[in-house]
Structures are given as structure tokens and as C-alpha cells.
């Protein structure tokens, strides 16, 4: 089995996804991994920007078929990299209209695809996640409880969900992705810095939240990494 495909999702602005995919990049690296960044957020790149130059990197635009082709291509092209794809916001509809093409071509490409799926407190996090799990059958699903929006037991619309059983009972995990001082994450957007990059280059305190963080954010991830 090739290395899997990451796909960070939640199919609305400000839920995260940005930072969750940073996240991601760093600790697949950190581990020794080789990562394909696939930065399917064309109007406002953040992600790819921060990592230019330190893995490789593709905008692709998943709005249209031709990108969702484009997207197995380089899966399949790179099928020794663990493959990221930071989705945008309003990506719903085309995943519906196109998604297939991926998921369709899984068995081929020999890899797993494996969703993160960021959510919120509002309940329109948990209709689009429905959505996705109908449109997307065969991913495996983890969901992210992104707590800069407040501790866990605040989000008890996913909580007490039938929506959270039937993920978990799939085999999928809800997973908590820990607050990281604005300051901090301000500075790492604002410098274009990746996450390594800003842990040797940001003031002492910052650098110290920063680790607090990453350690945090490294045995959420050991709950769900594959070889």
C-alpha cells in the first residue's frame, strides 16, 4: 500500500483548516516522511506560501474536473509522498459534482484517503460533514474539534451527535486540535513561516507556546498515523 492521502477538510471559512494542515505537514515531516502539499485554496494560498521551498508544493484548483484529474495525476506521480490536500472554503459542492474521481481511482493508486474533517460549534459543521461521509464513502473519516472555539464539552451538537457514533463506530476518531496562542499563529501567517521555520526564528515566548503546542498536536496525531 502507497503512502496515504491526507484530505483536510470542513467545507467553510474560519474553521481552521489552515492551521490543521500545517499541523500535519509538520508532523509528517518531522517523522521522516516525504510530503506532497496540494494547496487546493487558489484565491489565498497561506498554506503553500509558508511551506514554498520546504516541501513540494501544488496549487490545484478543485473547482473544476480538470483539477480533480490534475490531483490524481500527481498522486499517482508521487506515489512515494504522503500526499496533504488543504481544501477551501465553498469546496462542497464541486467534491460532490467531482469527488469521484478521486475516490474512484483509490483502488488503483494503491493508497488509503484518509479526511480530517474540522469542525466547530455550529450545526452546519455537522451537515457538511454528512454530506462529505455520503459523498466520500470510502475515506476514512477523523473528526477535529478545533479548540480555539472552546474545550471539548462545548461542542455538544457533535458530542451527543448520531453523526459522531456513526464515525467512531466506522473506526474513525474525534480528535481535539489544541489552541494556539493568536499571537503566535498571527506571526507565523503574517511572516509566511512554516511551523519548524518559526519555532528557531520567533521571540522566546512565542517559541515556547509554539512547542507546547506542537507536542500537543504530535499525540493527537499518534492516534490516527499511518505507516
Given amino acids: 500500500m502507497a503512502q496515504p492521502i491526507y484530505l483536510v477538510g470542513g467545507s467553510k471559512g474560519g474553521v481552521g483548516k489552515s492551521l490543521m494542515t500545517m499541523a500535519l505537514v509538520d508532523f509528517l515531516t518531522a517523522v521522516g516522511k516525504q510530503v506532497l502539499l496540494v494547496e487546493s485554496d487558489t484565491s489565498n494560498p497561506d498554506v503553500a506560501k509558508c511551506y514554498k521551498g520546504e516541501v513540494e508544493t501544488e496549487l490545484v484548483n478543485l473547482d473544476d474536473a480538470d483539477g480533480w484529474i490534475h490531483l490524481v495525476n500527481l498522486c499517482d506521480k508521487h506515489s512515494d509522498s504522503t500526499v496533504v490536500i ?50 466520500m464513502p470510502e475515506a476514512e473519516v477523523h473528526v477535529v474539534r478545533n479548540l480555539h472555539f472552546g474545550d471539548e464539552k462545548k461542542f ?72
Fill in 86 to 135: 488543504n481544501t477551501p472554503a465553498r469546496n462542497m459542492a464541486a467534491m460532490t459534482a467531482r469527488g469521484q474521481t478521486l475516490s474512484g481511482t483509490l483502488a488503483e493508486l494503491k493508497r488509503k484517503l484518509v479526511c480530517l474533517w474540522l469542525v466547530n460549534r455550529q450545526r452546519d459543521c455537522l451537515e457538511l460533514l454528512k454530506e462529505f461521509t455520503e459523498v
Fill in 156 to 227: 455538544e451538537l457533535y458530542n451527543a451527535s448520531k453523526l459522531r457514533e456513526g464515525i467512531e463506530r466506522n473506526g474513525g476518531k474525534s480528535l481535539n486540535l489544541p489552541d494556539l496562542a493568536d499571537r503566535v499563529s498571527d506571526d507565523i501567517y503574517s511572516g509566511r513561516l512554516s511551523i519548524a521555520k518559526a519555532s528557531t526564528e520567533l521571540p522566546i515566548g512565542n517559541r515556547a507556546e509554539l512547542a507546547r503546542w506542537r507536542n500537543e498536536v504530535k499525540k493527537m496525531f499518534a492516534e490516527i498515523a499511518h505507516e
